[in-house]
C-alpha cells in the first residue's frame, strides 16, 4: 500500500501506528513536503503482531467532564484516532460535557422549574458549546470553526458522527442527567445511560483513561 | 441476593461491577421503570475470579489539581466506586486542589504575609469552593448543593467523609503546600504530606491515573 | 547513601522511590525537622529489581491541553520526578498548551491574517503564561513566581530546561499548529511535529497517561 501526505508530521504517526498496530512500515520518503509511505498489511509473518502495550487491554477510556467546544474537539480527536488503530473506545460524558451529546433542538419533556432552568442556560448541543479561553462572547468558537473548515478539519459534528460509525461508544452519566434535569430523550439517539461502575469497569481493560 | 433499584442505568452497572468483581449476575429484569436483579456473590468457582484489567495492579489514582466544586465532586465520586468496587485508591491533593482539604475553621498557625493573604483569598474547606462554570457569585454552588440534596444524592462533605471510611487514601502535595503557605494543622486530620516520587509510585500499581 | 532533608514528605517519597526503582532503603530517621535516610543502590541481589507495575511499560505520557502557568508548572513537576525515577517521559503539546513551547522572542515567519492575529492574542512562550485562576490581571503570575523563588524552587523555565537534558521528549501536536498558524521556526529548537496517533502509541507503552 503506497500512501502520499503533505503534513510532515505523517511519517512519524504512521511509523507508530504500524508499530501499535501490526503492519509494516517498507518505505518513507520525503521530498518538498511530500511524503511518500509504503506499508504491508500485517507483520509478514502472516498475523498480526501482538500490540505492545499494557497485558489488560488495549482499550481506551475517555471521561468528558467539560462541555467546552476545545476540550470536545480534542476528546473526539483523541477517540477517533484510537478507533482507527482498531481499538474500542469508550466516552463516558458527565457534568458539563453531558451538553456536547444534547440533541439541538428543543424536546418535549416533563421538567421541574430547575431542571427547565438549567435546560436553557446550559449549551443545547455540540453547535453551542464555547471556548474555555479567548471565547469572545462566542466569536472565538465562530472563528475556531471557520479556521478549522478553511485547512479541510472535520467539523466537531462530522467528528462526533465519524466516531459513531466507528463504533465508538457514547456513554452518559445517569447520575449528572438526573442532577442537571437530562432526560434520555434530549440526547442523541443510542447513548447509553450508565454509572461511574461501568466507566470504571471500562477503566479497567483500557491502557488509557484520560479526564478531559 | 436481590437488589431492586429505580436507576435506569443500575442494571448496565450491576453488570460490569459483577464482570470486575468476580461476583455473578443471574438474572435482571426490567418492569414499569423498577429494575430487579439476582446477585450470586463469588463466581460459583468457590473463589473470587482474578479480575480483568492490567496486569500491574488495579489501584486507582487521582490527581485533584482543581479547587472546583464541581470537579471536586466528580473526584470523589469516581473515587467511592472504586473503593465500592474492592479497590485501593489514592487521591493527590495539589495546587488548587488543597483547598478541598482545608478544614473550615481558622487554624491558628505563625504564617508570613503572603502566606496569610493567600489563605485569606482562597476557599477556606470544601464547603466554600465554586463552580468551573455558572458560579454566578456564588449562587450555582447553592443550587447544584441544593439538587443534589433534593434528588439524595450525597454533598461533597459526605462523600469525603465516606471515602475516608472506605479507606480512600488522602495525599496533600508537600511542595504545593510550601508555595500557599499551608500547613498540616490547616488540613483535614489524618491528611498524608506527601511529594510527587509518592503519586508516581502510586500510578505504577494503578491501571487508571485521572489528572482532575 | 546518606541523604539529609528538611522537607517533612521527604522520606514518604524516598520509600516511595527507592520501592520502584530497585534500591534499598535501609534506615530513616527524623530528628527536629531534619529527616536522614540510608540508601543501598540496587537490591543488594546484585541487580535492579523489576520495577512494579503495568507489564506494558513503566513509560509516562502528559498531555498538556492548557496554557495556563500553573497546570504547565504541574505537567513538568510530574515530568522531571519520573524522569528522576528512570522512566521515559513523553509530554504532547496540544491546542493551548502549544504556547508553552513558543519562543519568547518574534520569529520572522510567513502567515496568513488569522493566523498573525491568533499568534498576537496568545502568550508567546512560557514567561508570558497566566494562571488559570486568580490571575488578577497578570498580578498572580508574578506573585506565585516570586514565592516559588523565594522557597527555592526551579522556575518553570528551569524545570523545562531540566525536562530537555533529562531525555524529556517534547512532541507537538501537528494538526494545532496548523489551526492555530504556529510554525515550527517558533517553537524551541528540537522539539517534534507530531500527530495523535504518536500520542497513542506512546500511550499505549505507558503506565500513566494524563490530560493536562
Chains 1, 2, 3 share one sequence.
Do not use: H, Y
Not at 83 to 97: C, H, L, N, S
Not at 121 to 150: A, D, H, Y
Amino acid at each position: 500500500m503506497q500512501i502520499t501526505a503533505s503534513d510532515p508530521a505523517f511519517p512519524e504517526d504512521a511509523e507508530s501506528f504500524c508499530r501499535q498496530t501490526g503492519n509494516v512500515l517498507l518505505a518513507s520518503d520525503d521530498k518538498a513536503g511530500i511524503c511518500t509511505l509504503r506499508i504491508r498489511k500485517g507483520n509478514g509473518a502472516g498475523q498480526a503482531a501482538a500490540p505492545c502495550g499494557t497485558a489488560g487491554g488495549t482499550n481506551k477510556n475517555i471521561i468528558v467532564f467539560s462541555g467546552d467546544l476545545d476540550k470536545a474537539i480534542a476528546a473526539f480527536i483523541i477517540a477517533n484516532a484510537s478507533a482507527a488503530m482498531g481499538r474500542k473506545v469508550t466516552m463516558f460524558f458527565t457534568f458539563w460535557g453531558l451538553n456536547v451529546l444534547r440533541k439541538p433542538n428543543k424536546v418535549r419533556v416533563a421538567k421541574d422549574f430547575i431542571s427547565k432552568m438549567f435546560g436553557k442556560m446550559m449549551p443545547r448541543g455540540s453547535e453551542k458549546l464555547g471556548l474555555s479561553r479567548m471565547n469572545m462572547f462566542g466569536m472565538g468558537p465562530k472563528l475556531i470553526r471557520s479556521v478549522m473548515k478553511n485547512k479541510n478539519i472535520d467539523s466537531l459534528e462530522q467528528m462526533i458522527a465519524l466516531a459513531r460509525q466507528n463504533g465508538v461508544e457514547l456513554d452518559a452519566c445517569s447520575m449528572s442527567m438526573d442532577v442537571m434535569g437530562i432526560k434520555k430523550e434530549e440526547l442523541l439517539d443510542g447513548v447509553k445511560m450508565v454509572g461511574a461502575a461501568t466507566m470504571l469497569a471500562n477503566a479497567e481493560v483500557s491502557d488509557m483513561s484520560l479526564f478531559i
